[in-house]
Each structure stands twice: as C-alpha cells, then as structure tokens.
C-alpha cells in the first residue's frame, strides 16, 4: 500500500512522542532478477521483490533504528512506537507540525533501457555469448558459470525537517566464475561486469566479450605464476580498479563512523599533513556513468564532491546525518546502506587519486627491482589494511617481466600514503564493485592514475 | 495483508501445470542495544518476514518476496513462470513428509527483557574495562534475534525450526605507549547467563597483547600455534572444501579425495544442528531435512561432506541437512538453494593454550588474522593470509609482530596439525545463517613471509 502524507507525518509523529528531534521515514521497493547460465544451459532463473521500511530517531547523538516489511498502516505505526519505547527519552517534546516540501533528485545516471521491459530472452542470449567468448579463450577450463543480475530499485524519504524525496538506481551485471585445470592443480577466480545502467549496457558487444577473455585470459596465466620472496621494493599499481589500494589503506578509516569511534589514524588530522604531496584523494557520488553514484544519499542529501586530501593535507571525512552530529560537522552526502534493514553510515561512494604529472613508463623503467600490480581483489581496510593482488608481475630492470602468484599486500596505510612517489597523468575509471560494512553490501568504484609507492612489504614465500 | 497460511493452501490447490511447489518462510525478530559508559547510546528492532517460493512443472523455478500483500498462489506462479526458461535437463527434488517431524513446533521462551539487554551489555562493559590498564573504552552490543524457519510443500511436508539467540559484541579501544589499539570479541548462547565473560576477556588480552608495540621479522618456516580465532577465520572460508557442490564440479582442493587422508590423526571435522558453545540452533535446513550431527573429517580421513537433496542423490547418498542459501556476500539477495554448513568446527583436544606454548618452545604464536575472503584459492587451496603475532622462545611470549603474511596449502595445514587446545571458540557468520568453529592449532611448520 502507499502511504498518504498525512499519514507519514503521523508516523514521524508517534517515533517522536518519547522525546527525540529527528525522525525518518525510508520506504524501499526493489526488484532484481537473477539468472543463472552453466554448461551451455541457463540453471535458474529467480525474480526477487524487495519492500520495506525502516524509522530513524535521533536524539542529539542517541539513535535508534526500527524496520519491518509488513507495510500495512496499523504495523508500520506500532514499529514506530517500539521506536519511541526505546528512545525513551523526555528530555526534548517535538511539537511541530510536520508538512513535507517535495525536493526532486536528480540522478547523473540516466537510464534507458528499464530492465523490465526486456525480455527474458533477450538476457540469456548475453550470458550465452559471454560463456561462449570465454571458452574460446583456453580449453583447460572445468567449470564455469555466468551470471546475470539486474536491479531496479525506488526509494522514498520522509523526514522531520519537512524533505519528501525519492530517486531511482538501477544497475545491470554479470558475474564470471570459472576454474581452470593444469593437470595437477585448479585454480578459481571470479569477476563482475558491472553497469549502473539498464539493458543498455550491453548495446556494445565487445565490452562484455572483451571482459570475458580478459577474466579467463588472466586466470589461465595465473597457472604460470611464481612465488616472490618476501622484499621490500618499490611497487607499481596500475591506473583504473587498483584504486582499491585507497579506498582500504584510507577510505573505510576516513569514514565518520570510524572517526567518531576512535578506530582510526586520521582522528584529529585534519589540516595535518598526512600523505605524500602527490596524494589528492576524492568522494564524489555525483559522477555520471559510475556505480557509486546517485541523485541522493540514502538519507536524502544529494550527493556531492568531496577532497579528502589534497596534496598530502587532510582536508575532510565522510560523513553522515549521525556522524556530522557527532563530529560537529554537515552531511557530506555519504549516508549510505545497502537497504531499508540498514541504518545509514559513513560510506564511500566513487573515489579517486587525483590526476598527477609524472610519466607513466618512467615510474617502471626507474625500477631496478619491483612489483607491477595490474589488479587488485577485495581486502579489508582500517588502521592495517589487506588486499588480495589478483594479477601481479616482477619488474626488473626497468622492465615488467614473469608473472607472480600468491601475493598479498599488507601493512598501514598512513605510513605507506607517505610513500607515494609517483601519480601519473592519466586518470582511468573502473566498472565498480560492493563494497561491505555495517549498514550492508554498497555498490562504490575506487580508481586512480598509475601510482608509484616507493618502498613497501612484498611477499608470498 | 494475505495471510501466511495461504500459502499452505495455496500449494494444496496448484494449478495443473505445476507438479509440485515448496514455501519457505522465514521470520526474523531483532532485539539491539548498543552501551556506552553504562548509557544506551544506539538500539534497533526488527521485524521481518521472506517468503522464497520454488515451484516445478518439467523444470524448476524460484520466487523471492518480501511483499506481504502479494498473492500466495501468484509467488507461486511466478516461480513456476521463471521454470519455463530453464533449458537445464535437471529439476529439483523436494522433500516427503519425515515421519516425527511434521509439524515440529519447537517451543522457545520469546520473551525480551530491554533492561536484561542493557544491564548485561553496562556489567559486560564494566568487566572489559576493568580487565587491562591499557583499556580506555568499551562498547557493548547486546542482541536478541529470535528466528523461526517453516518449509512446507504440496507433498505434505510442514518441519519448522525456532531459535532464540542472545548475543554480546565488545568493541575496545585502548592506548598503549601512546598508541591507539583497537579489538572485537563477540560470544552467543541461548541465555546471556550462559555467555562466560571471563572468555571474552582473555581473548580481549590476547589480542591486544598480540598488537601492542609490534615489530618486523624475519621470513621462514616456523612451527606455529594458530589462535583459535585464527582458525575460525580460515575456516570460515576454508568450509567450502566440504561442499557437495563443489566437491562435485571439481572447485574444491579436495575434489576426488573423499574417504583418503587429507590431514594429521589430530584434524577431526564435524558439522552439527546445535552446540553448547553458541545459540545457534539449526533443526531443519531451507528444503525441510532434518539437520544431522555428523563426521567430515574422522582423524586426517575425509568421511563426509555437506550435501543439499541434489547434491546428495548425484552421489547415491542422502542429504546430510545442509541445504542453504549464503555462501558469500553477493550483493543480491541469494535465492539459489545451495550447500553450505550449521555449525561447523575442528574438535577440541585436551591442553590448555599455555601447555602447547610450552610444546611450541620456539616459534610464532599467531594471534590474529584478517581478510581471508580474499587470501584462500578454494579450487588449489592456496592461500596467503595476513596476520600478525608474537614470537615465543622457551615456551614464553618474547615480543609481538605484525605485517607478515602466513602462506602454503590448506591440505599442507591440515597435515601438520600436531594438536588441537581444548579453547574452542565458535562464531556467527554470514548473515547468522551458519557458525565456524576451531580451537587453537599447533602446527609443525607453516611458512611465515614478513619484511
């Protein structure tokens, strides 16, 4: 059922009557779609329908988050007034009337083709020609599975300031999963083809067939790869998805949340130098054609740029409606969860190493012994960061030569940020992926230049 | 809104095209505090219902709604519409009703008391803090989710499973040398009285104590001990060895090793519905097995592995209970019925952590690691996990290190296991839809990178 203004404001009204001078309402619908496509034959086929709504309260920094997906008007008032139970608080009275101001978002991503209108068919066939492409590719392969998603998500927000707003995100994907048998050992990897667009993302064949001979392309020389010794050397990472390195060595310990918690070294740095001065280091939701981006956050704000660091400075956090309370800061725009059973938190959304002005083949050729990343899985960020290096090679001399395997890179990311070196001229974004916190799964990019860090811990034996 | 029970009656009246349809429900209630210096400081309630339909004519289709309103018998068309596009040969098989347990009602004591919840989380928070000097600020989650699972289908089948699991969450920071740590320790039961605080803290201090100060060291093969939470950490990824699934299609490291020795005599597996070191309880699975204890891993020798209806019947065997829908994150809510554990953990021995500190006499006892999503090759068992730890020398803690990697071969590990502590320590994960477990393990030898 659709909520009437009214009674929406009754809704706010009742969370409120405990005291508290905040109050939200998030009502989401989403449908996704999900096929499944293995041995030449699609395996399943799932629709899925999401809907619910969660209440936020604040209370100066006290918060409380109550949801449910039954939206029937007498459930969603009794949910509310668990809310208010739980605040409990009768320091504060809100007594105003509530009267909501429609204020239109205005998503950067434009969508075409709404996945609905096409055909079931019609997204076989790409998952047909993707599995086909990537076979083509090695004949070592003993399983492989694509699979396709497609998400068409309407959120609406309410709250106790009067804002009436909604915005529409859609997105299409495919994932490739596939192993690989060199006679004696297998080996695995997956990756995503990921579009914040409608079926218009496949209207150019050769980026999705492109992608799927460069997954199994890499996968197959990953059977080739060789064990570095443990060193520390200079370390190349690539321009484009390699700009993970950011987002775990600083973008999770910049986040509001991690800040206000004391679990992070960026705390009381801002106006501090805290990189190297080739390090400018940006948030910004707001891009068009990249798949963290929005009209607003998921607490209304529209989204917007963000300097993290500039030129080695910190200059700002990520911050969220509760986290700007905390920090005595204003809402950057990155209130952000994966659905209406998430409180929103500080989240990134596309961030980025700015453009530099050193020469790309120089930071190689300058190398006599090192470690060229060309692609980075997921990791883990905070005070000492991890990330898995899916595609890693050994420069030596200058040049970029065998194939490595089992690397893993860890260490602090406020002592290697200093360490930059290099930040090259050509700035290349990436498809985007999840990323995993506390208020769930947020689809985010993360890119950059090729970047130098001078000297770090290497190793896999 | 339409009424749960339609559904039952919807499956009893299914058009004739479809041959058979399954329903199952699951309900989620969620009880959260959060305290800071004895203060509530955030709390959340939740209610939720999912209902996943999968429906076969000559092939199967699934159905998810979170739509309360919608129409049982069209989720139930709708899964059967999605069947049509499947060129698959194969179609599901559903349970028939299991003799003693249809209509399994399970009673549990529902009730939730939010100053139980608060005065626990203040008392939990005092204790932490009062544990270490180095300890500055504790905060304490206390949660009660109360979940009930019903699989019901047009054959007959209606098994449905209750749990009520209380849970606490300590998040500390401290300062030592002027330097800022910070740790998490988590622990559930079925009653708060049964969460032993005493645990929690000392894997508070060891954690803490495996961070503060640390420095470099030198790579090499080391005889190790693997804390426990290290271990659930490996093993927590590490699981899917075990899967039917991927024992089948040949992704696992241990595919075509069923009933050969992958382990030393000290490595037992076992996969059970209930223990008394958490809350959880799994009864029946998402397609109505009833959950089994039973054996994976029997002193170094495969028995057994995890297997879902489909799984099991491609290998003349029956299901061990183990259907279930989380792997691993996905970004989408997972819908695909799947192979994954309950409680899964390696058995516990009989020494204490300190006795086999004194067995390990020279090595590395590693405290922590992190990120193993990312770190383990299922399919080669490769892995390279980030850790960090504290050197012993003469069986005594000499100082702590960190930035190292530990590296090699899961089937290597479970080799070298010489023994197993008698600390096992289990922990929710994945969306509370199955626990890992493990006790500290010393190993021969484990290759150690660092720089």
Same mark, same amino acid.
């Not at chain 1, 006599?368 to 060309?374: A, I, L, N, S, T």
């Given at each position: ?9 009754? &809704? ?8 508290? !001078? ?76 509530? %009267? ?37 590719? /090695? ?23 009067? %804002? ?17 048998? /060199? ?23 050769? /980026? ?19 064990? +570095? ?47 190297? !001065? ?5 948030? /910004?939701?707001? &891009? ?18 963000? &300097?993290? &660091? ?13 986290? #700007?309370? +905390? ?25 980025? +190493? ?51 395997? #089992?690397?893993?890179?860890? #260490? ?50 | ?58 092939? *199967? ?50 009730? $939730? ?51 009520? $699991? ?102 037992? $597996? ?24 039973? *054996? ?38 997972? *819908? ?27 090595? $590395? ?50 080799k070298n296991i010489k023994a197993t502590a008698n600390d096992l320590y289990i922990e929710e994960f994945l969306m509370k839809s199955y626990c890992i477990g493990s006790p500290s393990l010393l190993l021969n030898k484990i290759q150690i990178n660092a720089g």
């Amino acid at each position: 059922m659709s909520l009437s203004e009214n009674q929406v404001a009754k &809704i706010l009204e009742t969370a409120l009557s405990s005291g508290g !001078d905040f109050a939200e309402l998030f009502i989401e619908n989403k449908d996704e779609l999900q096929i499944k496509y293995e041995d030449e034959s699609v395996k399943r086929l799932t629709t899925t329908r999401i809907k619910g709504a969660g209440i936020y309260l604040l209370s100066g920094t006290r918060s409380v988050y109550v949801y449910t997906n039954d939206l029937s008007l007498d459930k969603i008032m009794n949910t509310a007034k668990l809310a208010a139970e739980l605040l409990n608080q009768k320091n504060s009275v809100f007594n105003r009337n509530i %009267l909501f101001e429609y204020r239109k978002s205005n998503n950067p991503n434009k969508f075409i083709i709404y996945p609905s209108s096409v055909e079931h068919k019609d997204k076989i066939n790409i998952l047909r020609e993707i599995s086909l492409a990537a076979k083509s590719v /090695d004949s070592r392969i003993v399983q492989m599975a694509v699979t396709y998603f497609d998400t068409d998500q309407n959120i609406s927000i309410y709250n106790s300031e009067g %804002l009436f707003t909604w915005d529409r995100r859609i997105s299409s994907r495919v994932r490739l999963n596939a192993t690989i048998s /060199d006679g004696a050992n297998y080996y695995d990897d997956w990756d995503d083809f990921t579009r914040p667009q409608g079926f218009e993302a496949f209207n150019n064949k050769s /980026d999705y067939i492109t992608f799927a001979k460069e997954f199994i392309k890499g996968l197959a020389s990953s059977t080739e790869g060789i064990s +570095l010794q443990s060193c520390n050397v200079p370390v190349v990472f690539e321009a484009g998805a390699c700009g993970t390195f950011w987002h775990e060595t600083c973008g999770h310990q910049l986040e509001a949340s991690a800040i206000a918690s004391n679990n992070s070294d960026f705390v009381g740095m801002i106006g501090k130098k805290v990189a190297s !001065d080739k390090v400018t280091l940006i948030d /910004d939701g707001s &891009i068009p054609g990249l798949y963290g981006t929005s009209g607003i956050d998921d607490e209304g704000h529209p989204t917007q740029k963000n &300097i993290l &660091i500039e030129n080695g400075i910190l200059k700002g956090y990520l911050v969220d409606r509760l986290g #700007g309370r +905390l920090l005595n800061m204003s809402s950057t725009g990155n209130g952000r969860r994966q659905s209406y059973s998430y409180a929103p938190t500080s989240r990134m959304t596309n961030t980025y +190493l700015a453009a530099g002005n050193d020469d790309e083949n120089e930071m190689i050729k300058s190398i006599d012994k090192g470690v060229f990343v060309k692609r980075l899985g997921g990791g883990t960020g905070g005070r000492e960061f991890s990330l898995a290096v899916k595609e890693g090679y050994l420069i030596e001399k200058g040049e970029i030569t065998k194939r490595l395997k #089992g690397l893993t890179l860890n #260490g602090r990311g406020i002592d290697l940020i200093k360490r930059v070196d290099r930040v090259g001229k050509k700035l290349e974004n990436e498809g985007g992926s999840f990323c995993g916190a506390s208020s769930g799964l947020c689809p985010v990019t993360s890119f950059q230049p090729r970047m130098r860090i001078s000297n770090m811990f290497v190793g896999g034996k | 809104m339409i009424g749960l029970e339609n559904y039952k009656k919807a499956l009893s009246e299914l058009p004739k095209e479809i041959n058979e349809a399954e329903v199952n429900i699951e309900t989620n209630e969620n009880y959260m505090l959060t305290v800071s210096e004895g203060e509530v400081v955030e709390s959340s309630y939740s209610n939720t219902t999912e209902i996943f339909a999968r429906a076969t004519g000559e092939k *199967t289709g699934f159905a998810y709604t979170q739509d309360l309103s919608e129409d049982p018998a069209e989720v139930i068309e709708r899964a059967y519409r999605n069947s049509l596009e499947i060129t698959d040969n194969k179609r599901d098989f559903l349970n028939r009703p299991i003799l003693g347990h249809n209509q399994e009602k399970i009673r549990i004591n529902c009730n $939730v008391d939010i100053e139980e919840m608060k005065k626990t989380a203040a008392s939990l928070e005092a204790h932490v803090l009062a544990s270490h000097d180095s300890i500055e600020k504790v905060i304490v989650e206390s949660r009660i989710d109360i979940t009930e699972s019903r699989v019901f289908n047009s054959h007959g089948l209606d098994v449905s499973s209750c749990r009520k $699991v209380n849970y606490l969450k300590a998040d500390v920071i401290a300062q030592y040398k002027g330097e800022t740590y910070n740790t998490t320790c988590a622990l559930s039961a079925t009653d708060f009285e049964k969460i032993d605080f005493s645990f929690m803290i000392d894997m508070i201090i060891n954690q803490l104590e495996g961070k503060f100060g640390a420095g470099s060291f030198e790579p090499g093969e080391y005889p190790v001990l693997l804390d426990k939470t290290v271990g659930v950490n490996i093993l927590m990824t590490a699981w899917q060895l075990f899967s039917g699934i991927k024992y089948l299609e040949g992704s696992s490291a241990l595919s075509g090793k069923l009933y050969n020795n992958i382990g030393s005599e000290n490595f037992t $597996v076992y996969d059970v519905p209930a223990h008394e070191k958490t809350g959880y309880i799994y009864r029946c699975d998402c397609e109505g097995s009833v959950s089994q204890a039973h *054996t994976i891993v029997d002193k170094g020798r495969l028995v057994g592995l995890l297997h879902n209806i489909s799984t099991a019947s491609q290998m003349n065997t029956k299901s061990t209970g183990n259907a279930g829908r989380y792997a691993l994150l996905s970004g989408t809510i997972p *819908t695909d019925i799947i192979v994954t554990p309950k409680i899964l953990y390696i058995e516990k021995g009989e020494e204490s952590v300190d006795t086999l500190l004194k067995e390990l006499n020279n090595g $590395v006892y590693i405290t922590e690691s992190y990120d193993v999503f990312h770190s383990i090759n299922i399919a080669s068992g490769d892995f390279s996990i980030p850790c960090r730890g504290i050197v012993i020398k003469d069986g005594k803690k000499h100082r702590t290190i960190t930035g190292m990697t530990i590296s090699g071969n899961l089937l290597d590990l479970f080799k070298n296991i010489k023994a197993t502590a008698n600390d096992l320590y289990i922990e929710e994960f994945l969306m509370k839809s199955y626990c890992i477990g493990s006790p500290s393990l010393l190993l021969n030898k484990i290759q150690i990178n660092a720089g």
